[in-house]
């Protein structure tokens, strides 16, 4: 494993305390896998594997509506965890898809090894509980501002507060992920300083 990508998988465990030996265990249990842009990651249906470290690229989450149309959940991008962690967690098949919306090399760690750190090392349970934490009230978050923020407001504090990674992504999966039409997007885009 290269150092760089160590220190976004430090970055992400920030908490762990473990030796010398156990630091090279803890790598050995990583991969590295390399996606094309718009590969899928997780296909629906399928038994999400795998949990993520992202490495580079981006990648949307997302499900297919009733009219076959991508409606995006959510992205992960550099540095960020990904997956389809209910899959993960559950071992029930995914309802989800997870797509490289640019060429993507992330790092994966199977299920097995996963639940092996949290049932061996207490720092890993104290990690768990604070990343799920986040995720529940990062949707929870997302969930007040779709339901009482106007589109303008949405793409407001979207683009203030993502990265950039995501801003050269296909406005469509912006827009979807905004609940707003591609033209409402590229309007406010347009008209809008953030």
């Given at each position: 494993m290269r150092d760089?990508?160590?220190?976004?998988?430090?970055?992400?465990f920030f908490n762990l305390r473990i030796s010398d030996k156990e630091e090279e265990h803890f790598k050995s249990l990583w991969c590295t896998k390399s996606f094309?842009?718009?590969?899928?990651?997780?296909?629906?249906?399928?038994?999400?594997?795998?949990?993520?470290?992202?490495?580079?690229?981006?990648q949307a989450i997302y499900v297919l509506n009733e009219k076959?149309?991508?409606?995006?959940?959510?992205?992960?991008?550099?540095?960020?965890?990904?997956?389809v962690f209910d899959s993960f967690v559950s071992g029930e098949p995914s309802k989800i898809f997870l797509e490289a919306l640019k060429p993507s090399r992330?790092?994966?760690?199977?299920?097995?090894?996963?639940?092996?750190?949290?049932?061996n090392d207490p720092s890993f349970y104290q990690w768990g509980h604070h990343f799920f934490q986040?995720?529940?009230?990062?949707?929870l978050?997302?969930?007040?501002?779709?339901?009482?923020?106007t589109a303008e407001q949405?793409?407001?504090?979207?683009?203030?507060?993502?990265?950039?990674?995501?801003?050269v992504i296909p406005q469509k999966y912006l827009a979807s992920y905004l609940n707003m039409?591609?033209?409402t997007f590229s309007r406010l885009r347009a008209s809008t300083v953030y």
């Open positions: 760089e990508d160590f220190l976004l998988l430090k970055n992400l094309k842009q718009y590969d899928l990651i997780t296909e629906a249906g399928s038994i999400e594997r795998n949990f993520y470290l992202v490495l580079e690229g981006v076959g149309e991508k409606v995006v959940l959510g992205f992960s991008y550099t540095g960020s965890p990904s997956g992330l790092l994966a760690i199977s299920k097995s090894d996963y639940l092996d750190l949290f049932k986040e995720v529940l009230f990062g949707r978050s997302r969930e007040v501002e779709l339901l009482t923020l949405r793409y407001i504090s979207f683009m203030q507060r993502c990265p950039e990674e995501l801003k039409k591609p033209e």
